[in-house]
């Protein structure tokens, strides 16, 4: 693979940056809530978390809706046109909507200015569009046979990266900044890295050839999940070369679909109100154990590639999703009935695979329409992702507002639940993938 192809030193960059704003922004919006009830004798600490909650599901609201009015159409601009034009737009939207936050740090504007920022970053096409055209273009360049672990080795840069940020955002928060404007430092890195994306993807980066690739109906009968091995896959490719081009399984497309909602649901409602969960007591972390609390979460995405890399050799696709998705229910239950430090690490430490399910369900998807399509697929899914997520997080904001005085951890509570019944959809994709009717379905549909 030409090196110049190589996605992978936009989304470090990018993610690196990413973390540096999203700690940044929840620092100053604390710190903002801090000056504004600092004058009020009554003001406590349910007061700040409820302000804070209010703008985080304002702000989510925002920036999750509006991609809805350019994604798609970026998306198919890119499919049709070129690949760069949905990554450059949303890098520009980063860009210039994370200048925002430097501005606030800089002058004494009211934190609404946030919302203009989200809205301009949502316009822009988002975390959806931009995400969406990663995927395609790290597919377009893979063989089937070696998708899964493409797609998981970009998740792993877009860990690692987010791990070396979040570890340094709380000590360039604190330590590095100008006079008593705390973030100058941590905002002005995010901006210049984002910046660096930019440039790289309009001057350096080259969009791969499609990489042969093929409806999985075609070899669905032998191998499911689009695994072939030695001569066995050759004969399977022979046997099937002259049959007539067929579409995906329109029951498996569907569950694949419910299924990654049903996941995402569960865990973006729970990582929302993760952050606040830290910052009231019994917990109360600082910057410092807040960028380590990140920086956790991140090294989840080593873990999780070192599970496929393992896993792809002996387990199927659907398989490793189910593992994925009970690794995090038993780690979002324990998360619940956190007290000390060291039982949020272990809480960590038990959702060690919870990020193989999206991007195993993503490749499995790619397996089941052609190449010219998976920025559409790809971005269809992204968007039903982002609209689950503001709706999930809009609602677990409210409900941990409502159980925050009698029990703080009721939301990951219902997020295990929430996390189990998406094994029901995967398990049906599973069940018929493995038997013989499965093709003929393939074929009818």
């Known amino acids: 693979?030409?090196?110049?192809?190589?996605?992978?030193?936009?989304?470090?960059?990018?993610?690196?940056?990413?973390?540096?704003?999203?700690?940044?922004?929840?620092?100053?919006?604390?710190?903002?809530?801090?000056?504004?009830?600092?004058?009020?004798?009554?003001?406590?600490?349910?007061?700040?978390?409820?302000?804070?909650?209010?703008?985080?599901?304002?702000?989510?609201?925002?920036?999750?809706?509006?991609?809805?009015?350019?994604?798609?159409?970026?998306?198919?601009?890119?499919?049709?046109?070129?690949?760069?034009?949905?990554?450059?737009?949303?890098?520009?939207?980063?860009?210039?909507?994370?200048?925002?936050?430097?501005?606030?740090?800089?002058?004494?504007?009211?934190?609404?200015?946030?919302?203009?920022?989200?809205?301009?970053?949502?316009?822009?096409?988002?975390?959806?569009?931009?995400?969406?055209?990663?995927?395609?273009?790290?597919?377009?360049g893979s063989s089937e046979s070696r998708r899964s672990l493409r797609l998981i080795v970009i998740e792993l840069v877009y860990g690692i990266a987010g791990f070396l940020g979040s570890v340094a955002s709380g000590h360039l928060f604190v330590t590095f900044h100008l006079g008593y404007q705390q973030g100058t430092v941590l905002v002005s890195s995010s901006i210049a890295l984002y910046a660096f994306c930019l440039f790289y993807s309009l001057f350096v980066l080259k969009v791969p050839k499609p990489a042969g690739s093929c409806p999985a109906a075609s070899?669905?009968?032998?191998?499911?999940?689009?695994?072939?091995?030695?001569?066995?896959?050759?004969?399977?490719?022979?046997?099937?070369?002259?049959?007539?081009?067929?579409?995906?399984?329109?029951?498996?497309?569907?569950?694949?679909?419910?299924?990654?909602?049903?996941?995402?649901?569960?865990?973006?409602?729970?990582?929302?109100?993760?952050?606040?969960?830290?910052?009231?007591?019994?917990?109360?972390?600082?910057?410092?154990?807040?960028?380590?609390?990140?920086?956790?979460?991140?090294?989840?995405?080593?873990?999780?590639?070192?599970?496929?890399f393992v896993f792809s050799r002996f387990l199927r696709d659907t398989t490793m999703i189910m593992i994925g998705i009970l690794s995090f229910a038993a780690g979002i239950f324990i998360m619940a009935f956190v007290r000390w430090t060291y039982l949020f690490y272990i809480a960590r430490a038990v959702m060690l695979f919870s990020l193989i399910p999206l991007p195993t369900i993503r490749s499995v998807l790619s397996k089941h329409v052609e190449g010219s399509s998976y920025g559409k697929v790809f971005v269809l899914l992204q968007l039903a992702l982002v609209v689950t997520g503001v709706v999930t997080s809009t609602i677990f904001n409210k409900i941990y507002q409502s159980t925050l005085d009698w029990f703080g951890g009721f939301c990951f509570l219902l997020s295990c639940g929430i996390t189990c019944l998406s094994l029901i959809p995967i398990s049906i994709v599973a069940y018929k993938q493995r038997t013989p009717s499965a093709s003929l379905e393939i074929l009818t549909d």
């Open 219 to 308: 070899m669905s009968m032998e191998h499911p999940d689009g695994k072939l091995a030695g001569d066995e896959g050759d004969w399977v490719l022979q046997r099937t070369e002259h049959r007539p081009s067929v579409g995906p399984s329109k029951l498996t497309m569907a569950m694949l679909f419910l299924g990654a909602i049903m996941y995402d649901l569960s865990v973006a409602g729970a990582i929302d109100v993760l952050p606040l969960f830290l910052l009231k007591r019994p917990l109360s972390w600082g910057p410092e154990y807040i960028g380590y609390s990140y920086a956790a979460g991140y090294m989840i995405f080593i873990t999780s590639f070192l599970g496929v």
């Open 1 to 140: 693979m030409e090196m110049r192809t190589w996605i992978e030193p936009v989304v470090a960059a990018a993610q690196l940056a990413s973390s540096f704003y999203d700690t940044g922004l929840l620092l100053v919006v604390k710190n903002y809530y801090n000056h504004t009830n600092a004058s009020s004798v009554s003001a406590s600490e349910g007061a700040q978390q409820k302000a804070i909650s209010n703008f985080y599901i304002i702000y989510n609201l925002l920036q999750g809706l509006t991609p809805l009015l350019s994604a798609y159409g970026l998306a198919r601009l890119g499919d049709v046109k070129n690949r760069k034009i949905s990554i450059c737009v949303p890098l520009l939207g980063y860009l210039l909507s994370r200048t925002f936050l430097l501005l606030l740090i800089l002058q004494p504007w009211p934190i609404e200015v946030m919302y203009g920022a989200a809205v301009l970053h949502g316009l822009s096409g988002g975390f959806t569009a931009y995400w969406a055209s990663v995927m395609a273009v790290a597919s377009q």
